[in-house]
């Protein structure tokens, strides 16, 4: 029962000391990211998709090679926890998902997963056991084809400097950066 | 000349391992973040704001508590090549920037950073030596304080079950979720 080419206790190490603890989300995530692996073909070249940006982008990150800065990971947070792996050239790919129908056996995570009960009641110890002993067998797979606007989300084209900033920014965004013209409220 | 706890050449290690190559924005951005640090006191407990999604947020993650996954570090697409750490309590942080005026005299790098040219005819190593020479000469510092809304970006509340895909989403977005509405079209 391994998580891509670790077994469960080092892929929990991994998630500790990039994550910052053992967060169940991210375990979770592992085994789904395992999962879409045994469905896709070796040899393509992946993008992957996040559905939320809770947890399960930092699981992509430690097992794929598509980070959120090298533009291989999207996150478009639909409040899903679930991801796609897909070929980068055509969108072709593959889906996984909590199946909530699955949950039930499970009472202390699917407690988690639907947050019924405050975080400092919950009882850690039996979460993460049921998570490993569930693995991903609380998950659904489904073959996909990710839409062109998400493979595409990337910006390209010219760089500027801002006349009110001074800094470089997408010439695309027009003549202001989307900072200036206050379409991003960043800082006060 | 180190990044935080690291020597160059380690860091462009680290960034191979993680990021998939030596990229160019990445590097700057481990300056970036050293840099950020000194202004810093020790001991807040920092969040972190990248202003482009492009490479500037693996930076983050390879030298900060903060990933995307753990919600300590906010991507909000400005496309600015600009960080900022702040204190998630107050939003007091500092701002470091690319500080365009103080690109002249290192011409690949600046050459690379406005994409003046293609990037099959980047003379790749004079770029890496003038990011190594250069480190943080090249950037710009304010104190900041971040807003609100970015502070608060992270939606909580309450999980149900979409009665249409039948997956977990938050009660928030409506009587579907974004998915099942259309707003977010993910996949054909």
């Not at 670790?6 to 989300?25: L, M, N």
């Not at 500027?160 to 900072?179: M, S, T």
Request: hydrophobic share 40%.
């Amino acid at each position: 029962m391994n998580i891509r080419n670790y077994t469960f206790d080092e892929f929990v190490e991994r998630v500790k000391a990039f994550h910052g603890y053992e967060a169940p989300g991210v375990i979770i995530g592992g085994f789904m990211v395992d999962l879409a692996y045994r469905f896709l073909p070796e040899g393509w070249l992946l993008d992957a998709l996040s559905e939320t940006p809770k947890c399960l982008p930092d699981a992509i990150q430690l097992l794929t090679p598509c980070t959120v800065g090298n533009g291989w990971l999207t996150v478009v947070n639909v409040g899903r926890y679930a991801l796609a792996l897909y070929n980068k050239e055509n969108g072709d790919g593959v889906r996984v998902f909590v199946d909530t129908d699955k949950l039930d056996p499970w009472t202390e995570l699917k407690t988690w997963f639907f947050k019924l009960k405050p975080k400092k009641e919950q009882d850690t110890a039996l979460l993460l056991s049921q998570i490993k002993e569930a693995g991903s067998g609380i998950c659904g797979v489904q073959k996909v084809q990710v839409a062109t606007q998400v493979i595409q989300r990337r910006r390209r084209g010219s760089l500027g400097v801002c006349p009110k900033c001074h800094e470089g920014y997408p010439l695309d965004d027009g003549p202001l950066c989307l900072a200036c013209t206050g379409k991003e409220l960043l800082y006060f």
